[in-house]
């Protein structure tokens, strides 16, 4: 095991547990009345802005890249980062944030296959049980298992399937790139293109006053700083020593923090079959690690 691993896994669970936190940050938009559009436009702006800020002071030189490379970036930025988030935050708008995260994460499944095609890694007994734990779990924990009858729209699970497959898509267009740039480069990178393109397409330029509510400029920069910045820098530094479909099933843990943070600051109840799914999602990222993992 490469002496990189430890410090991967342990970083790209930290960057899920802060996607996990999104619904704090997201809800407060709606309420201003941004649509699922405008939250995508906020969430890549406000991200670039610090990514760019904090690269000019800190890390100019690694915002040099090659020209070739710049197609993964805009592909990662737009038909992955834009696109998922907006499948995503639909999704949650239209029904509930339980059903967008766990459509949401048919990620790992499309990451692992697609990983399969194009960077032939091994589909291994292990690698496919800590999926089926993985997806099960997701389902236990926002409560679609095992008593779960709700009627779906067909609509919203066809956008949420696709927010799972956009949200595959990043792992694959950024993994190319990870041997030549740093994390940071990757994530200022996509996120620069995500943000331009958001800037061209969203209206969210016509609702500039709902900017004078204090809530409003907290949730942007938390949703920014937080479920954005940290959390894509962490996982693409995880993304550069684990293989893509490791690195997905590991970040499943998202779910199990948006339902913690849910029983922690918003009264939801824990039942035991959410429990049941915790563990579940945890004994597929042990799964995933081999159980060989010593934190040094």
Same mark, same amino acid.
């Given at each position: 095991?490469?002496?990189?691993?430890?410090?991967?896994?342990?970083?790209?669970?930290?960057? &899920?547990?802060?996607?996990? $936190?999104?619904?704090?940050?997201?809800?407060?938009?709606?309420?201003?009345?941004?649509? &699922?559009?405008?939250?995508?436009?906020?969430?890549?702006?406000?991200?670039?802005?610090?990514?760019?800020?904090?690269? $000019? $002071?800190?890390?100019?030189?690694?915002?040099?890249?090659?020209?070739?490379?710049?197609?993964?970036?805009?592909?990662?930025?737009?038909?992955?980062?834009?696109?998922?988030?907006?499948?995503?935050?639909?999704?949650?708008?239209?029904?509930?944030?339980?059903?967008?995260?766990?459509?949401?994460?048919?990620?790992?499944?499309?990451?692992?296959?697609?990983?399969?095609?194009?960077?032939?890694?091994?589909?291994?007994?292990?690698?496919?049980? &800590?999926?089926?734990?993985?997806?099960?779990?997701? =389902?236990?924990?926002?409560?679609?298992?095992?008593?779960?009858?709700?009627?779906?729209?067909?609509?919203?699970?066809?956008?949420?399937?696709?927010?799972?497959?956009?949200?595959?898509?990043?792992?694959?267009?950024?993994?190319?790139?990870?041997?030549?740039?740093?994390?940071?480069?990757?994530?200022?990178?996509?996120?620069?293109?995500? =943000?331009?393109?958001?800037?061209?397409?969203?209206?969210?330029?016509?609702?500039?006053?709902?900017?004078?509510?204090?809530?409003?400029?907290?949730?942007?920069?938390?949703?920014?700083?937080?479920?954005?910045?940290?959390?894509?820098?962490?996982?693409?530094?995880?993304?550069?020593?684990?293989?893509?479909?490791?690195?997905?099933?590991?970040?499943?843990?998202?779910?199990?923090?948006?339902?913690?943070?849910?029983?922690?600051?918003?009264?939801?109840?824990?039942?035991?079959?959410?429990?049941?799914?915790?563990?579940?999602?945890?004994? &597929?990222?042990?799964?995933?690690?081999?159980?060989?993992?010593?934190?040094?």
């Amino acid at each position: 095991m490469s002496t990189h691993q430890p410090k991967a896994y342990l970083l790209t669970i930290s960057g &899920a547990i802060c996607w996990g $936190l999104i619904g704090l940050f997201i809800a407060p938009l709606y309420v201003r009345g941004f649509t &699922a559009w405008d939250v995508v436009a906020i969430r890549g702006i406000f991200s670039f802005t610090f990514l760019l800020l904090f690269m $000019l $002071l800190f890390y100019r030189k690694q915002l040099r890249t090659q020209v070739k490379d710049h197609v993964l970036f805009a592909s990662a930025g737009i038909l992955s980062l834009a696109f998922f988030n907006y499948f995503y935050f639909e999704v949650f708008s239209r029904s509930n944030l339980s059903l967008a995260v766990t459509l949401l994460y048919t990620g790992p499944l499309f990451v692992t296959i697609l990983s399969r095609v194009f960077f032939k890694e091994p589909l291994t007994t292990r690698k496919i049980l &800590a999926l089926v734990f993985a997806i099960i779990g997701c =389902a236990f924990v926002v409560g679609l298992l095992p008593f779960g009858s709700q009627s779906i729209p067909i609509e919203t699970l066809v956008m949420g399937i696709l927010s799972g497959f956009c949200y595959a898509l990043y792992s694959i267009f950024t993994k190319p790139v990870t041997k030549r740039y740093s994390p940071l480069t990757i994530t200022t990178y996509t996120f620069f293109y995500m =943000a331009l393109f958001m800037a061209l397409t969203s209206n969210v330029w016509s609702k500039v006053d709902a900017f004078v509510h204090i809530d409003v400029w907290i949730s942007a920069l938390l949703l920014a700083l937080v479920s954005t910045v940290a959390a894509y820098v962490l996982y693409t530094y995880g993304l550069k020593y684990l293989e893509a479909g490791k690195a997905s099933i590991l970040a499943t843990i998202e779910p199990i923090v948006a339902v913690l943070v849910g029983v922690l600051f918003l009264s939801d109840l824990l039942r035991f079959w959410q429990v049941l799914g915790i563990i579940l999602v945890l004994y &597929a990222a042990v799964l995933v690690v081999g159980g060989r993992v010593r934190i040094e």
